[in-house]
């Protein structure tokens, strides 16, 4: 009996590897320009994909902007070089129904430049802007709703929101915004509303709250509204989408320490207090612990039933970097990584801050009136670094979600579909789709959500082929 199921493990076991590892049957290239050039990737909503090709630095022989376009099996359908001056240097993008914002600072000083593509025809409208008169301004986001824009960014270390209509020269700066002393937990275009959501996490350096901000198109403020609690601390919040008598408000919470959630909660966005909000403790979840090895799970384990025995809470000490909230089946997941700050040296004067070293990225499902329906986990490994940004992409399809990294020249993955227990150890690697070539290294540059179970990994690799070695910018779609 056991030599047959010793058989069937080993016929069963290569088509098990096939099943779990993700295609990679479309693939576009570009032949590498030179060691200045930069390259984006955008993913479209509807199936198509736009790679921009620009340079960081000013040089009067600098190659010129150029933009291609693929479909949804990453074959091109136009490039165009882009209509601008060559000193202009690239700073963001985004996108909204048939158009492709472009921003760039100018080749003046406190000047920007917008340029608007139409994404079937690749059509361009420029249009030049201004800061505010004596303004400074340091952009970290970019959204856009109705054909406006919305810029967050940094004056003078403060928080500030610019507002662009592409008919004005000069942008507004909102006062509804500005000069408040706080963090940016999320800032969203709800299309579904019309509305501009930005959720603020305050705080006096002993309690937290959250402000949630709602803007028209136009940038007028609509609504203000407060999230607060003697008990509670409110680290960072997501609303879904709709109308507001509708909306759910759910994020973080910790208990004291202000640096480190303790759960998550969900509950109705216009509330008059925290009576109807729902909490769920990172400690009491199955999957929770489980980047840690078996022994060290057990003792963790362990050490909670004794502090349960007690009512005593046991207090997590890792920081946790929120994902957006993504949309599942008729409710929404909240997914986010767990880091820590890592420092070099010894004693409390001499330490150095080294980089971010991440631990784990933790998801949970919840329905339509903020139950939890499951919890699961995807442990990282060998990610630290000096930027705090998010590491992993994510995807949701079906009844499942995917977690995607890069890890050198490896692709990490995990494929979630509630509780169950899955292997965290699956990886793969950009492939070559023409037959009789040979790679000889590969530069993992992004892996993004493209739409459904399908992914874009990308970056710059070295190939030899029937026509010799050449070195190209490639995009592989990689489905789950």
């Known amino acids: 009996m056991k030599a047959i199921l010793f058989l069937l493990y080993f016929l069963l076991f290569p088509v098990f590897c096939a099943w779990a590892q993700p295609s990679q049957n479309s693939r576009a290239e570009l032949p590498f320009r030179n060691d200045l050039t930069q390259y984006e990737v955008w993913p479209q909503p509807d199936s198509t994909v736009f790679v921009f090709t620009h340079e960081d ?25 882009l209509q601008l001056p060559r000193g202009c240097k690239f700073l963001e993008a985004t996108s909204e129904g048939k158009t492709l914002f472009l921003y760039f600072d100018g080749d003046k000083k406190d000047e920007f430049v917008l340029l608007r593509v139409h994404t079937p025809t690749g ?4 249009t030049n802007h201004q800061l505010p008169e004596h303004m400074t301004f340091t952009l970290t986001g970019l959204q856009a709703l109705q054909g406006n824009l919305f810029l967050t960014g940094l004056q003078n270390d403060r928080l500030t929101v610019l507002h662009l209509n592409p008919d ?28 501009m959501e930005f959720i603020l996490t305050e705080s006096n350096g002993l309690k937290a709250r959250l402000q949630t901000k709602r803007l028209a198109p136009d940038g007028r403020l609509f609504s203000t509204n407060f999230l607060q609690s003697p008990e509670h601390n409110y680290l960072s919040g997501r609303l879904t989408p709709g109308d507001s008598t509708r909306k759910l408000l759910a994020g973080t919470y910790s208990l004291r320490d202000l640096r480190y959630p303790q759960g998550f909660f969900t509950g109705p966005f216009l509330t008059t207090g925290n009576q109807n909000l729902k909490y769920y403790d990172f400690t009491t979840f199955p999957h929770f612990f489980d980047y840690l090895r078996p022994g060290r799970q057990e003792r963790v384990r362990r050490k909670l039933d004794r502090f349960r025995s007690t009512r005593k809470t046991y207090v997590l000490r890792q920081r946790f970097l929120m994902h957006e909230m993504y949309p599942y089946l008729d409710g929404f997941i909240l997914a986010g990584e767990l880091y820590y700050p890592q420092y070099e040296g010894e004693g409390s004067t001499n330490r150095v801050f080294s980089g971010y070293a991440f631990s784990q990225t933790v998801a949970a499902a919840f329905d339509a009136q903020g139950n939890l329906q499951w919890e699961n986990s995807f442990p990282l490994e060998n990610i630290q670094q000096l930027e705090l940004k998010q590491i992993t992409a994510a995807g949701v399809f079906q009844n499942k979600i995917a977690f995607c990294y890069l890890d050198e020249e ?18 793969t690697t950009a492939k070559l789709i023409l037959p009789n070539e040979k790679l000889i290294n590969t530069d993992l540059q992004g892996v993004k959500h493209w739409q459904q179970q399908h992914f874009l990994v990308f970056g710059e690799q070295k190939i ?15 489905s789950f």
């Open 123 to 126: 059509e361009q409208t420029q």
């Open 57 to 81: 630095y000013f040089r009067r022989n600098s190659e010129p902007f150029y933009l291609f376009k693929f479909n949804h099996d990453l074959t091109l359908l136009w490039q165009k070089p």
């Open 464 to 478: 030899r082929g029937s026509d010799g070695v050449r070195t190209v910018f490639f995009v592989n779609k990689l």
């Open 168 to 195: 004005r020269e000069e942008l507004l700066k909102l006062p509804a915004i500005y000069d408040q002393s706080s963090a940016l937990a999320a800032f969203n275009a709800d299309t579904v509303a019309g509305r």
């Open 410 to 427: 490896v692709i990490r993955y995990k494929v979630i579909s509630g509780n169950e227990n899955s292997s965290n150890e699956l990886q």
